[in-house]
């Protein structure tokens, strides 16, 4: 799958930055930079693919 950050910028002003084909926290990687440019974050919202790379790794340690 293709990883794409997407920026969307409301007729107000607010700006908001939508993330897809990461898996984990590689989204907050790879957005890390924009998110430093457009300033401090009031908000974030998780999508199930934050929780289901995570959930995995934790899975493959406990088992070795």
Partial sequence: MNQTIEI????DGQSRIETQ????SDCRTA???LEQALG???SEQLKPEFHHRA???E??????
Avoid: Y
């Fill in 8 to 11: 969307i910028i409301a007729p």
């Fill in 21 to 24: 084909g990461f898996t984990g």
């Fill in 31 to 33: 957005s890390r930079f």
């Fill in 40 to 42: 401090k974050a009031t």
């Fill in 55 to 57: 959930s995995e790794e």
């Fill in 59 to 64: 899975h493959l340690q406990e088992g070795h």
